[in-house]
Every structure is written in C-alpha cells, then in structure tokens.
C-alpha cells in the first residue's frame, strides 16, 4: 500500500529526470520501471537519514548511468554517439511537440557528456538547489556549478552554430 | 555566483520557460506504469524464486558428489608425492610406490630362483615361490649401490 503511493507520488518526478536526460521514450521508461523495482527491494534498508524523493532521485541518477553504461558496452560505442539516435527520436512520431528551438535544445543536452546532462537537467528543468543536487550526485557544489556552466555554454554554443 | 551561472535561456533565444515541456508521453502511460512495476517487480520474485531452486539443487548435487568422492580426497597426501592408481583401485602414495615396487621386484626374483634368499618368517613355500641364490642377492644389491663389503657382512646374519 506504502509502496503504490510512493509510485504515484514519484513516478511523474522521477519519469521526467529520465526522459529528460535520455530522451527517448522507451529508454526512459524501462530505466523509470527499474528505479522503482529498486524502490521497491531498497525500500526496508531506507532509513531516512536522507529526503525520500532526495533518496529516489540518487536510485533514478544511478541507473541512469547503468543503462548508459550498458548501452556502451551493448554497442561498443561512446554514448555521445547515441545522439543521431536521439536527434531521431525528436519528432513528432516519436513523443515529441516542440518549436525548432526546443528542438535544438534537447539536441544540444543530447550532446552533452552524461555527467553534465544530469546537472543540467535537474537544474534547468527541475530547478533544484545545488546542495540538493550535491546530496544526489554525490558531488560538491562548486563540482556541480562548473559542470552546470559549462554544460550551458555547450548548448549556447550548439544552438547558435545551430 | 548562482545567479550568474544560472543558464539565461533568453540569451540564446532559446525557450524562456525551463518548465517549457516539449517531451510527450503515449496517453495513459503513467496511469499503466504501476501496473507494469508490478508486473516487473513479480517477474523479479519469480525468478529469484527460480534462482533460488536452482542454487539449491546445484548445492545438493555438489555435495552429493563431494560425498561420493570424499574417501579419495581424505587421504593428506602432500603435493611432491604422486598418487598411483593401482590395479585393485586403491591409491597409494610415492613412498609407499617405492616399498612396493621392491618387494615386487623381490617377488619376481624369487619365483624366477632356485633357493630361497630370505627367511623373515615367511613361508615362501606356500606362496608358491622359489628360493634365490645367493649370486642373485648380491648381483641385485649391487645394483642397488650396495657395497660388496656390506654384502659381506650381511652373510654373517
């Protein structure tokens, strides 16, 4: 019961940092699926010494970065080369209802190293405070606020060569 | 210093709104995604379930060979010496090799002699073998490196 609630709570948070830094759809949702499997098996250990979403968001960025990973090793290929893939997945076939721009946008976060997307994304688009983000990634603050601007001079950058 | 890496997307006329969501998902999908965590998360018990079966049975099977090998592994038997299948199964050792390959040896030489070499108790009539003279005594100790003066000592006893 605890746990389906916990689901209904989460699911669209944590769906969105998915989707939002891999971007196709159906990468998103079996890496959604599987954080809450690990939700679900982790739950009992969680002892609250952390905010739950603070604790679910740090399962859903881990397993963001064992499916890319996996993918890696699956096609023996640097993720950034995924972007083709990505920019692919950008119409409106696939999910997707943007202007041009936006277009760009998601193509630049695309482009960018993994480590740089995830900040990003839950900076730009979640618009979490660096020291939560800090308690998620596991980094430093100054760490993050590094990556985060050179992640937006990448995408500034893309999208004006554009 | 927040506000001045905070990304300005007006500057790149990118879209002014970070909430601004271009992303769609299929209809219904997140009213559907507890049931498929579900449906994933009771995949997961039945194959840990199977897992467990699995290991288990392994388990069972390695003991049960372990139990039908463990005679031949209790013998301590130290990694220099060679272990020898003889023609009855049983194993024996290096040291033991050596002792055995004498007496064969001693065997062999009796039922090929006329006398008797040895006497230590033994009916050797019985075993069904011959006496060795004494030339073939002292013909196989020198082959073993044994002095002809020890030899001759030896025929005191």
């Known amino acids: 019961m605890a746990f389906r609630l916990l689901l209904e709570s989460y699911r669209e948070r944590v769906y969105w940092l998915i989707r939002r830094t891999l971007i196709v759809h159906d990468d998103a949702d079996d890496v959604a699926q599987e954080v809450f499997v690990r939700v679900w098996k982790a739950l009992p250990s969680f002892r609250g010494e952390s905010a739950l979403y603070t604790w679910i968001y740090r399962i859903a960025v881990n397993e963001v970065n064992r499916f890319i990973k996996r993918k890696r090793l699956l096609f023996f290929t640097p993720w950034n080369d995924a972007s083709e893939r990505i920019s692919q997945s950008l119409t409106d076939d696939c999910g997707f209802s943007g202007t041009e721009v936006e277009r760009k946008l998601f193509n630049a976060i695309a482009r960018l190293p993994q480590k740089q997307r995830l900040v990003f994304t839950m900076r730009y688009f979640d618009e979490l405070p660096y020291e939560e983000i800090s308690r998620i990634v596991g980094t430093s603050e100054g760490a993050l606020k590094a990556s985060y601007h050179h992640a937006v001079r990448k995408i500034e950058k893309f999208v004006k060569a554009g | ?157």
């Open chain 2, 1 to 157: 210093m927040k506000d001045k890496l905070r990304y300005n997307p007006g500057d790149s006329g990118l879209p002014l709104s970070p909430k601004a969501n271009p992303l769609r998902v299929p209809d219904g999908y997140f009213e559907a995604f507890d049931q498929r965590v579900h449906e994933r998360i009771s995949a997961r018990k039945k194959n840990r379930h199977l897992y467990i079966a699995v290991v288990t049975a392994a388990a069972a099977m390695l003991a049960g060979i372990g139990i039908l090998f463990l005679p031949g592994l209790r013998n301590d038997v130290p990694e220099s010496e060679i272990i020898v299948a003889s023609d009855t199964a049983n194993t024996i050792t290096g040291s033991r090799l050596v002792d055995q390959i004498l007496a064969d040896d001693i065997i062999e030489m009796a039922a090929n002699s006329d006398t008797l070499f040895l006497d230590a108790g033994l009916n050797w009539g019985d075993m069904g073998l011959k006496e060795v003279s004494d030339e073939t005594i002292t013909e196989y100790l020198l082959i073993e490196g044994v002095s002809t003066l020890e030899i001759a000592m030896t025929n005191d006893y």
